[in-house]
């Protein structure tokens, strides 16, 4: 089983607070994913990196923001939290090295801004 | 982008039954589309995958199916159980390196 751990699993925040949450791998995969989870919305892909230093975009990424300084860890920070951005965070590791293969999931990480 | 839509949203179906969700994409380049299980409180994993060489592709009671002409692909689920009850997501690459996923379907399987 691929290793992957998020942390916190949960929070609670106040609105205009930063944010980090933090995922960490133990297999040297390169490509790292973050995802937010709201009903009707399914997964949204918020940031991805494809190697240390190498990040990328996805469709949600306004107000959040990412750094990959080491291959195990990808970190996702919301600057300034809004209510908008209560959901469930899932980071998640493509187990072939790219677009066109497994993506093996985190246990997610529920935020709740108050 | 790739756009991915799926329907229907939720979809309730008798023990024994058989159950089809289906999704449709918008890029010609997409290659390879995964189905993802969600259980109550879960992390999503993988069920079967396909890739656009294939055109089905079965793992028991459960196969996938897809037309790339039209750009869409199906999940069908025979015989289901009450274990099948749980959120289904497809999704496809489209050119760069992440997946799109759809909305998600909640599938309830009644005794």
């Known amino acids: 089983d691929a290793g992957i751990t998020q942390s916190p699993r949960h929070k609670v925040t106040e609105t205009g607070t930063p944010v980090t949450l933090r995922c960490h791998q133990t297999?040297?995969?390169?490509?790292m994913y973050w995802y937010r989870q709201d009903p009707g919305h399914g997964l949204r892909l918020i940031h991805y990196s494809y190697g240390v230093k190498d990040t990328d975009k996805g469709e949600v990424s306004d107000g959040y923001s990412v750094s990959r300084s080491k291959t195990e860890d990808f970190l996702l920070t919301l600057e300034s939290a809004t209510s908008s951005q209560t959901s469930v965070y899932f980071c998640?590791?493509?187990?072939?090295?790219?677009?066109?293969?497994?993506?093996?999931f985190g246990e997610g990480s529920r935020l709740t801004v108050l | 982008g790739e756009n991915v839509e799926q329907h229907p949203s939720t979809l309730s179906v008798q023990e024994g039954d058989s159950a089809v969700i289906k999704c449709t994409y918008s890029?010609?380049?997409?290659?390879?589309f995964p189905w993802y299980k969600q259980e109550l409180g879960k992390r999503p994993q993988l069920i079967i995958d396909?890739?656009?060489?294939?055109g089905e592709k079965k793992d028991q009671r459960i196969a996938v199916t897809l037309n790339k002409t039209a750009k869409h692909f199906s999940l069908h689920i025979t015989e289901t159980q009450p274990e099948d009850s749980a959120v289904y997501f497809c999704a496809a690459p489209g050119t760069a390196s992440k997946l799109t996923f759809g909305t998600g379907t909640r599938l309830q399987v009644t005794l």
């Open positions: 396909i890739r656009s060489n294939v």
């Open positions: 998640a590791i493509s187990l072939s090295g790219g677009k066109d293969g497994e993506l093996f």
């Open positions: 297999e040297n995969h390169r490509y």
């Open positions: 890029d010609s380049a997409s290659n390879y």
